[in-house]
């Protein structure tokens, strides 16, 4: 019958109460975020707070629940950029790498196999002749050495690299669990690096995360434009230091089994010709800061790791008196003579920049290097302005709907209406207050679907009336009438409300950005809404029934 | 007496089925309009599904198109589309027009130069004009758009055909599908006759579409589920008429609602997402008929297993059950 029990009572109101209270904060948006901005703000400061900064975080009290709704970019304006990672361009470089250690490798067995000579081959595999074709085996057998095994689970058994001969020419490559291996490698890599190279800007809440096999979702609120966003983390600032063949002023200069020729970045006209494999590369570096060089013009100073600052002190000890090239993405930046041995492990970049380049490079450079080239395969700006306008209109249509709907019952159901315009309102409030919490966005089609929600949040509680009405038409008692009727109506909320369900879950999966965004709201309605047009109808009309007790009801 | 809107009477005794063959016909002609629409005008896709860019601008002058698509000439942009885009909440000296700029021959990748070609031509145009926003979509994931598009409007019918398949029997599960694949079709083709805008919110709000219309069907069907046990001896047609009846003021009470909130949405909620909005919007609306007019139809063709000897392990123990075979 008409009964609930104390502790249900408590749990429903308990509910609503903590739903509405994640939810408060919302209502005062641009307060609370200055709120949370500060105290973001201090704690990366170490502690100490700025007077304006207290007044900020005294905006909102601190016992108060302070989660807000994440506004996506569509509503608050900002950069979406979709990339994807060129994994195989790492292999190129792991294989160029091994050369150096194939060479010493196969020189240890000269007196097997004989001269030994690098030749031309498809991108990503290293092919050397040998001198003596019978005894090929023993230069694979050398070159295996060099293998190590895979420490994956599918990979199990398997070597990274893969050694084939063919008559007299030997190839390795990387093998194909090895390839998986870096290709997962690579996306992480970048992905840390994009996060600190959007992370040193300072700006709110990116969202950086990886998606599907090789790509990488970049969101940033707040930033003007996406080529904005794509100058900063799309530079690959890949630094090496090469040592340097030839200079000259032919861009066509036929170079050498690994060697390459690249421009100067500041003398037009002049090339160098440098042996591909670098010395030292950018990820060996610790730290770089913007300085000034012993002229005051703008430079940036680096310092190695160990490892970088041993390379690097032992082949300019070997090589004083030789020029030696600063290469920064494809172009020579500066090709020093060596005076001396640098074994400090530190050292300078200077050449045609201002005090702003300088800045920048020492940014690219801290934050490394990406492992490979990113290709941007959609971009998305929107302004600041068109997402408080969309903004606006979601709001405004959504209190007109409200009233709407909220009328409409009520001149429907009478004190019913009223008691499901109230668990409508509760509705609203857990929703925004359930989205708070689990930080989720709230987009564009979010707002539509919130709509939606309001619409279609009556259903059951319309169902559950109807069914009321219908047993008061058998005269039973209005006691009756309603238990009956919320027990009639239950199979028809569940099963509508689980379809509903299973296509926000598709939707979910399968959608992106907005889609998504849409799909997580509906979903959160449909739960709330059957909780409020369930439950807390019914705590109201237990409430109102055990106060009047009336002989008669009418819905 | 309180006053109480009653958009229904109480007591109906429609009978739904007195124009079944014209109803049932109607909607075999809009199917087969849609489907003459879509082949023949196709759908307007945006750059989600095509690739390309898409460029808002706002200026506080008139548009020009002309003089738009005059600066972009030189260029050499191939197929460009310039619409300009009304709104009633725009303020009066808001003139936004959307251009867009199919993908490039051979750019796997987005090229921003583009952008800022287009950008400057236009502001070379009119200095006001700003760019509230700006997408790029390049061939690749368009392609895959297109592809994840597809599978979740299909993942989803069976989904919930499988869903109504087990909780009620196969005839309505073909009954609730025929009705989506109605409401989808007629939507879409809807879309091609007026070349409304087709991106992935579209696709969305065709889910949306599907999630209601299934409601509303299942309400119904649950209802005659049960009157099925309870009017063992009635014809099926009559059940379905009483089914329908008995469920018609909480049909037309939630449309109602739902309606009246997506109609302030459409009005009040901007142009960004009206296409959005509308195709819901419609889609309520047809979804209402079809779960009327078209599941039931279907249902009523294939029978329903009426002989009940064997008890429903779902209803068991329910009064309805008592009685033994009937």
Redesign the interface.
Same mark, same amino acid.
């Not at chain 1, 001149?411 to 004190?415: E, F, I, M, R, V």
């Not at chain 1, 099963?495 to 509903?500: E, K, S």
């Not at chain 1, 999966?509 to 889609?515: A, Q």
């Given at each position: 019958m008409l009964q609930i029990d104390r502790w249900k009572r408590i749990l429903i109101i308990g509910l609503c109460v903590i739903g509405l209270a994640y939810a408060l904060p919302n209502l005062f948006y641009k307060r609370v975020e200055a709120h949370n901005d500060a105290i973001v703000a201090v704690e990366r400061a170490g502690g100490a707070a700025t007077p304006e900064q207290e007044a900020a975080i005294a905006m909102w009290p601190g016992w108060m629940p302070a989660s807000l709704v994440n506004l996506g970019l569509?509503l608050r304006g900002g950069a979406h950029l979709?990339a994807?990672v060129q994994v195989d361009q790492v292999y190129k470089a792991r294989i160029d790498a091994l050369w150096p250690e194939l060479r010493t490798a196969l020189a240890a067995q000269r007196d097997v196999i004989g001269a030994i000579r690098r030749v031309d081959s498809p991108t990503g595999t290293l092919a050397v002749e040998i001198e003596n074709a019978d005894q090929m085996a023993v230069a694979v057998e050398a070159a295996r050495g060099l293998a190590t095994p895979v420490a994956t689970l599918t990979g199990a058994g398997q070597d990274d690299l893969e050694v084939t001969a063919q008559g007299n020419t030997l190839t390795v490559q990387l093998s194909e669990a090895e390839k998986a291996l870096t290709d997962d490698r690579t996306i992480l890599q970048s992905l840390e690096i994009v996060r600190r190279r959007v992370d040193e800007v300072g700006t709110r809440e990116p969202t950086i995360m990886r998606q599907g096999e090789d790509r990488i979702l970049i969101q940033v609120p707040g930033i003007g434009?996406?080529?904005e966003l794509?100058a900063l983390i799309g530079t690959t600032a890949q630094l090496t230091f090469n040592p340097v063949i030839a200079s000259g002023g032919d861009p066509d200069a036929t170079p050498g089994i690994g060697e390459i020729v690249l421009p100067s970045q500041d003398q037009p006209g002049v090339f160098y010709t440098l042996e591909e494999t670098p010395v030292v590369t950018g990820e060996e570096l610790t730290n770089a800061v913007p300085g000034t060089d012993q002229n005051g013009a703008p430079s940036v100073d680096f310092r190695f790791n160990p490892a970088g600052a041993r390379k690097f002190g032992e082949y300019t000890s070997a090589n004083v008196g030789q020029p030696f090239a600063i290469i920064l993405d494809g172009e020579v930046i500066s090709a020093p003579v060596i005076r001396q041995a640098i074994t400090t492990g530190s050292g300078q970049i200077s050449g045609s920049m201002d005090y702003e380049g300088a800045n920048r490079l020492a940014v690219l450079l801290r934050a490394g290097a990406l492992p490979a080239e990113l290709?941007?395969?959609?971009?998305?700006? @929107?302004?600041p302005?068109?997402g408080q306008?969309?903004i606006d209109?979601?709001k405004?249509?959504?209190i @007109?709907?409200?009233v709407?709907?909220i009328a409409?019952?009520i001149?429907?159901?009478?004190?019913f209406g009223v008691f499901a315009s109230v668990a409508l309102i509760i509705n609203m409030g857990l929703v925004f207050g359930i989205l708070s919490v689990i930080g989720a966005t709230l987009t564009?089609?979010g707002?539509?679907g919130i @709509?939606?929600t309001?619409?279609?949040a009556?259903?059951a509680n319309?169902?559950v009336f109807?069914r009321i009405?219908?047993e008061l038409?058998n005269s039973r008692g209005p006691a009756r009438a309603i238990d009956k009727g919320y027990q009639?109506a239950m199979?028809?909320i569940v099963?509508?409300?689980?379809?509903?369900l299973?296509?926000?879950g598709?939707?979910f999966?399968?959608?992106?950005?907005? @889609?998504k965004g849409?799909?997580v709201t509906?979903s959160i309605g449909i739960i709330t809404s059957v909780f409020t047009a369930i439950w807390v109808t019914r705590l109201l009309m237990v409430t109102w029934f055990e106060r009047r007790r009336p002989r008669q009801i009418?819905v | 007496m309180a006053f109480r809107l009653k958009l229904v009477p109480n007591d109906t005794k429609i009978d739904f089925f007195k124009w079944q063959k014209l109803t049932f016909g109607f909607s075999a002609l809009l199917m087969v309009l849609s489907v003459i629409c879509l082949l023949v005008f196709g759908l307007n896709f945006g750059i989600d599904f095509r690739g390309g860019t898409t460029i808002r601008t706002e200026a506080t002058q008139p548009i020009d198109v002309g003089a738009y698509r005059e600066a972009m000439q030189p260029l050499n942009l191939g197929d460009v589309a310039i619409t300009q885009v009304f709104d009633p909440s725009f303020d009066a000296d808001q003139h936004v027009a959307q251009v867009r700029i199919s993908a490039q021959d051979g750019a796997e990748a987005v090229t921003p130069d583009t952008i800022l070609a287009v950008e400057a031509a236009l502001q070379e145009v009119d200095p006001t004009v700003t760019f509230p926003s700006v997408e790029s979509v390049g061939p690749k994931v368009s392609g895959e758009l297109i592809q994840t598009a597809i599978y979740s409007v299909l993942a989803s019918l069976i989904a919930i055909s499988v869903y109504i398949w087990l909780r009620f029997e196969w005839q309505f599960s073909v009954g609730a599908i025929v009705a989506l694949i109605h409401d989808v079709l007629i939507t879409m083709g809807v879309f091609a006759l007026f070349q409304i805008k087709f991106d992935l919110a579209t696709v969305a709000a065709l889910l949306t579409i599907v999630g209601y219309s299934i409601n509303d069907t299942v309400v119904v069907f649950d209802r005659l589920r049960e009157n099925l046990m309870k009017f063992k001896k009635m014809p099926l047609r009559d059940v379905m008429n009483l089914s329908v009846n008995e469920t018609l003021s909480r049909t037309v009470m939630t449309s109602g609602t739902t309606l009246v909130a997506l109609i302030a949405l459409l009005v009040l909620g901007g142009d960004v997402i009206r296409s959005f909005v509308f195709a819901i919007t419609f889609g309520i609306v047809i979804g209402t008929y079809s779960s009327v007019y078209v599941a039931k139809n279907v249902v009523l063709w294939l029978g329903v297993k009426r002989d009940w000897s064997k008890p429903d392990p779902k209803a068991a123990g329910t009064q309805f059950n008592e009685g033994g075979t009937p």
């Open positions: 569509d979709l994807e434009s996406a080529a794509k290709t941007f395969l959609e971009e998305r700006t @929107v302004g302005e068109l306008d969309s209109a979601g405004t249509a959504s @007109v709907g409200f709407a709907v409409l019952m001149a429907s159901y009478g004190l564009l089609p707002i539509a @709509v939606l309001i619409g279609m009556v259903d319309v169902l109807e009405r219908e038409r009639n199979s028809a099963d509508a409300n689980i379809t509903t299973i296509i926000a598709i939707l999966m399968l959608g992106s950005g907005p @889609v849409f799909a509906l009418e | -």
